[in-house]
């Protein structure tokens, strides 16, 4: 049998090339798109491998995995990306590791994080990145269950995140949605999004982050101007279970 290391080099080669080759299809440069490698369910020693083969980037979606993780890899020069959907009772704890927040929904969240963030020392120039979560299955207000706002939600909540102490608008993020006009049109929804961030680059030229595209699309995302792509079972493998 490979042994992990191995497996994990081929597999990062494998996602590279795709990146590159989604780059040269539409004439990106392979430096206008950052690998985001989604570490859920996988344990800290496939971080510190992922870590010791050239990723900076590593995402968790649930803060009660994510946080002994992140702890026992603190001495990596990693980024770590908070993608999941995020209850404001453990906004505390996901203060301690993340760097970026890509699931910022609702007005109830900016002002919890905030608040964290403060308390942790986030002062200016040390700000969370916050990406708002755009739900494209919904035309207005937020998604139901599945987290994300509509995009007539978005200008509002870029506005409060751009007042909020401790934290900064940084971008948009989405998810291929399931259901509405967009379902099964990943290329379609990553091009709305792109409209969308469009926009808010007007209000706030900084917040210049694309999050979009998964082991399945990133080839759509990076085609739809997406700045990063975010990727799990195409690095590390299926996932056991949920998640
Ligand atoms: C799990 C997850 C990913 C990665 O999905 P894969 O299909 O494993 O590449 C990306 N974004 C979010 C928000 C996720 O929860």
Redesign the pocket.
């Known amino acids: 049998m490979t042994d992990r290391r191995t497996q994990l080099a081929d597999n990062l080669a494998r996602v590279e090339e795709r990146i590159a080759d989604a780059c040269a299809a539409v004439g990106r440069k392979r430096d206008e798109v950052t690998l985001?490698v989604?570490t859920?369910t996988y344990p800290a020693s496939d971080v510190r491998l992922l870590a010791e083969l050239g990723v900076r980037h590593v995402?968790e979606?649930r803060d009660q995995d994510a946080a002994p993780k992140a702890a026992e890899c603190a001495d990596l020069p990693l980024t770590w990306h908070f993608?999941?959907q995020l209850q404001t009772n453990k906004v505390k704890s996901v203060v301690n590791y993340a760097d970026v927040v890509?699931?910022i929904d609702r007005m109830r969240l900016v002002t919890a994080l905030s608040t964290a963030a403060v308390r942790k020392g986030r002062g200016p120039g040390r700000e969370i990145g916050c990406l708002i979560?755009v739900a494209l299955d919904v035309e207005t207000g937020d998604a139901g269950g599945r987290?994300g706002v509509g995009p007539d939600g978005v200008a509002a909540l870029a506005d409060a995140l751009a007042e909020a102490e401790g934290l900064r608008p940084a971008g948009l993020?989405t998810?291929a949605p399931l259901a509405g006009p967009y379902a099964g049109r990943p290329r379609a929804a990553f091009e709305r999004l792109r409209e969308i961030a469009t926009d808010l680059r007007a209000a706030h030229p900084a917040a210049n982050m694309v999050?979009a595209?998964?082991?399945?699309d990133?080839e759509d995302a990076v085609a739809a101007g997406a700045t990063h792509v975010?990727?799990?079972?195409?690095?590390?493998g299926?996932?056991p279970g949920l998640?």
Do not use: P
């Not at 595209?213 to 399945?216: D, F, I």
């Open positions: 985001i989604v859920k995402a979606n993608v999941g890509h699931s979560q987290g993020m998810v999050s595209g998964m082991s399945a990133l975010r990727v799990g079972t195409a690095v590390l299926d996932r998640g």
